[in-house]
């Protein structure tokens, strides 16, 4: 009898975990450690990237513990540029407003000043609920940053401020997803972004299937008892 009760509570909560992830939605505030940390606290942390294992200079970022990056297309000619502006960056030079965001670190990914950013997420084929990063810089020399998840559009950035660093998360709702595919996309070049600190979180268990799995605990440690006897 309780065999069949498990079985039947446990297909209860894979029927819930797996309904159909709803679209994407983006939140941004401003970024600080504590913003970070909350952030952090708040979720369960399946792949990160702070880029202080690549070397300054420039490529395309393929194979990184939260996907692939490449750049949108366009080359950057502005005083910021890492040389071959026609791709991305791994920088730590601060004299332009991009900066780091790692407690410790001295690294982030650039835009380089080209058209922007396209980030095949990804974690290993792990199903994920959220994604976040830190950006830095974006949109305060005329351009507008419009972010796309998967074809779809999230937000525009416009006029920023100089040095501006926001935190930027975007939630997948449902069952989450394996991949996602991410556009930061300048509408000129030569106004450059950083990203840093990007982080991948696990699919949130429900809220009705932590409480029946609660309850099967229970379950579970009655009969033991009740066996013991």
């Not at 922007?116 to 830190?134: E, P, Q, T, V």
């Not at 409480?211 to 379950?219: F, I, K, N, S």
Request: charged share 15%.
């Amino acid at each position: 009898m309780f065999k069949g009760k498990t079985l039947a509570a446990a297909s209860a909560v894979a029927i819930m975990a797996a309904s159909a992830a709803s679209a994407a939605t983006i939140s941004v505030t401003t970024f600080s450690t504590a913003a970070y940390d909350a952030y952090i606290a708040s979720v369960d942390v399946i792949a990160q990237e702070t880029f202080e294992g690549f070397a300054v200079g420039n490529g395309d970022f393929t194979g990184t513990s939260v996907g692939d990056f490449t750049e949108i297309g366009g080359v950057g000619s502005g005083g910021s540029v890492i040389p071959g502006g026609d791709e991305l960056a791994v920088s730590d030079d601060t004299s332009f407003g991009r900066e780091n965001t790692t407690v410790g670190g001295s690294k982030w990914l650039d835009s380089n000043d080209t058209l922007g950013i396209s980030w095949a997420a990804s974690a290993g084929g792990a199903l994920f609920g959220s994604l976040a990063f830190s950006l830095s810089d974006a949109a305060d020399l005329g351009a507008t940053l419009t972010v796309e998840a998967d074809g779809a559009f999230l937000t525009d950035f416009v006029g920023q401020g100089d040095n501006t660093v926001d935190w930027v998360v975007i939630s997948f709702g449902g069952a989450g997803v394996s991949s996602a595919d991410i556009t930061l996309t300048n509408s000129i070049t030569n106004d450059g972004f950083g990203i840093d600190d990007v982080t991948i979180a696990a699919v949130p268990l429900p809220a009705g299937a932590a409480l029946m799995l609660t309850g099967l605990g229970g379950l579970a440690i009655a009969r033991r008892r009740k066996a013991a006897k």
